[in-house]
């Protein structure tokens, strides 16, 4: 076999030699199974995914009968800068994912996307979910995400612990966040009850974390207590990072330590707070080969699943499990993460 043609993380094209995309692959599931103290792909595992990545295919897909559902995030923002540039009206962008683009399921959401900026508007958006909810088929979820960071100030009514830390006012950063929590926790339950009300079929945290512990744990507390007022509503919660940012260092919920926890403990928390579907996100390491970035992003999903009760759909947008970091994801290197995710990862959606 010749030179294998394939992209890095940053989108940029390369080829490989068979014993580089071995060594990539082998590398790749090492460092995550170090980093995440979790077992490494087997050898089975590392030859099928030499097999979809040495493949001269322009695109790869699953067998018929192999597919999964797919979810999706960051509703009424694609199709203005990603799809066609041509500026839809959100309803409108989801009915083109439902009628044309043949999706499982919607996203609706402010243009802004954080709840903090929704709560102020939230009357009308009620009205732009019940009209899609009227005319589409298909699951409709509301998403938006927790941005503890729209709090501080001078836009929000908090000090700003990144203004803080670095000026060794470690207490006074750790309140700051605290508070901070309160005001998105109470958001949070605000618009995600609003919605509930209004017939919605899922609540979508995207990014969650973003912001740290402090920002998860508001999360996990948000969640928690829509579901208990809500029992029957559908939650999504997908992150930021593949680990929590201990930007506060001291928050634990359920007895456990949130700073550092990777994909496999996240999802612990989640599926206790009540979260009925889970996003865990890898990394795209930007210097290095799509094949070696799906490889670690794989190890770190399998025992993601493993640990779980409730269903997998990790994040696969740009730069995050295997995709490379561009705008728009060449075809070739996303279906073959794709395609890896659903066979080796034994994934429950996308």
Not at 18 to 29: F, W
Not at 303 to 320: D, K, L, R, T, V
């Amino acid at each position: 076999m010749g030179k294998i043609y394939t992209k890095m993380g940053d989108g940029s094209v390369t080829e490989l030699s068979e014993s580089e995309l071995k060594r990539d692959l082998e590398e790749a599931t090492r460092d995550a199974a170090e980093r995440g103290k979790i077992p490494p792909l087997s050898e089975d595992e590392l030859s099928h995914l030499f097999d979809i990545y040495s493949s001269a295919a322009r695109f790869v897909g699953v067998d018929c009968g192999n597919e999964v559902v797919l979810t999706y995030d960051n509703g009424g923002c694609k199709s203005r800068g990603h799809i066609m540039e041509v500026p839809l009206h959100k309803v409108q962008e989801a009915q083109i994912y439902e009628k044309f683009l043949g999706a499982d399921s919607a996203d609706i959401g402010h243009i802004d996307y954080s709840f903090k900026p929704v709560k102020a508007v939230v009357d009308f958006e009620q009205r732009s979910l019940e009209y899609a909810l009227l005319v589409m088929t298909i699951p409709v979820f509301y998403g938006s995400q927790p941005n503890l960071g729209s709090y501080t100030q001078p836009d929000g009514p908090c000090p700003n612990p990144m203004e803080l830390l670095p000026q060794g006012r470690i207490s006074e950063a750790r309140a700051a966040q605290e508070e901070m929590m309160e005001y998105a926790t109470r958001d949070m339950v605000y618009v995600g009850s609003k919605m509930y009300e209004s017939g919605v079929d899922g609540i979508n945290f995207d990014t969650t974390a973003a912001a740290g512990d402090a920002d998860f744990l508001a999360t996990l507390r948000a969640v928690e207590i829509l579901k208990r007022k809500h029992p029957q509503i559908g939650i999504m919660v997908g992150m930021a990072g593949e680990f929590v940012l201990g930007m506060h260092g001291e928050l634990t919920y359920n007895g456990v330590r949130l700073a550092g926890l990777y994909p496999h403990k996240q999802v612990e928390l989640v599926e206790k707070a009540g979260a009925t579907i889970f996003g865990p996100t890898i990394n795209t390491n930007t210097g290095k080969s799509c094949a070696w970035n799906v490889a670690r992003a794989i190890t770190f999903v399998k025992a993601c699943i493993e640990n779980s009760n409730i269903p997998i759909h990790p994040n696969m947008g740009m730069g995050m499990g295997g995709v490379p970091m561009t705008a728009l994801p060449p075809v070739d290197v996303v279906s073959r993460a794709s395609k890896a995710m659903v066979e080796i990862g034994r994934i429950d959606g996308l």
